[in-house]
């Protein structure tokens, strides 16, 4: 099994909502991502978690918690969010060894805020 | 930051055609991975190529990788209509944190039937 599997694939959440992203992969990969892709620019970095324990976090606002609750699950948890926030969310994994190697992604959350 | 930088931003071709993109970067990197994605749907990797390593094929796609002006391209022979969509590169480096992926801007190729 090769696949990352996120739902929802879309949602639409008021300013005062709280949802939750959910990544599922079955590969026994170690690292998992989540990534902000806005239109026509490329994935930018929010979160990595290695061996369960967030070890990136890129300056991402308080609003947007996520959350690993085991090798195989990653959740992003969402609450009062902006407009400027709708975007596809991308989740993504990888081994986790000294050369890096490939990252599998998911197909996407895309997000509307209003 | 971005580290990764396209070039061209787009590219249109006719099928048939061969179709090079070019990407730049800053820092020292473990590797160099090129990415596709349709879209709005998630990317898909193609190819890797390690720092130590000047060139690449996978089947009609060839990477090459020159460290020294830190650069690389994908050259993708006898483009299909199917082969319309974005390309990433991303430099791979690890730093106290682990390893960290940076893509580039992106190239929009389209490929007209």
């Known amino acids: 099994d090769t696949e990352v599997t996120q739902t929802p694939k879309h949602l639409v959440m008021g300013m005062t909502n709280k949802k939750s992203l959910k990544c599922e992969q079955h590969?026994?990969?170690?690292?998992m991502y989540w990534y902000k892709q806005k239109a026509k620019k490329p994935p930018e970095l929010m979160f990595v978690?290695?061996?369960?324990?967030?070890?990136i976090n890129e300056s991402v606002p308080s609003r947007f918690s996520p959350e690993c609750p085991n090798s195989s699950l990653l959740n992003l948890h969402l609450h009062a969010l902006q407009p400027e926030d709708s975007a596809l969310y991308l989740c993504a994994s990888s081994q986790v060894i000294p050369s890096g190697e490939t990252q599998y992604f998911g197909p996407g959350t895309r997000l509307l805020v209003l | 930051s971005q580290q990764g930088e396209e070039d061209p931003q787009a590219l249109s071709i006719q099928e048939g055609e061969n179709a090079t993109m070019n990407c730049s970067y800053k820092t020292s990197i473990n590797n160099l991975q090129w990415y596709r994605q349709n879209s709005g749907r998630g990317l898909v990797h193609l190819i890797l190529?390690?720092?130590?390593?000047r060139e690449k094929h996978s089947g009609r796609l060839r990477v090459t990788l020159d460290t020294s002006k830190k650069s690389s391209s994908l050259l993708i022979t006898a483009s299909r209509a199917a082969d319309t969509a974005s390309y990433f590169c991303a430099t791979v480096h690890r730093d106290n944190y682990g390893q960290n992926f940076v893509f580039g801007p992106g190239t929009r190729l389209s490929v007209l039937p």
């Open positions: 590969m026994g990969h170690r690292a």
């Open positions: 978690y290695s061996y369960e324990k967030l070890s």
């Open positions: 190529i390690r720092s130590n390593e």
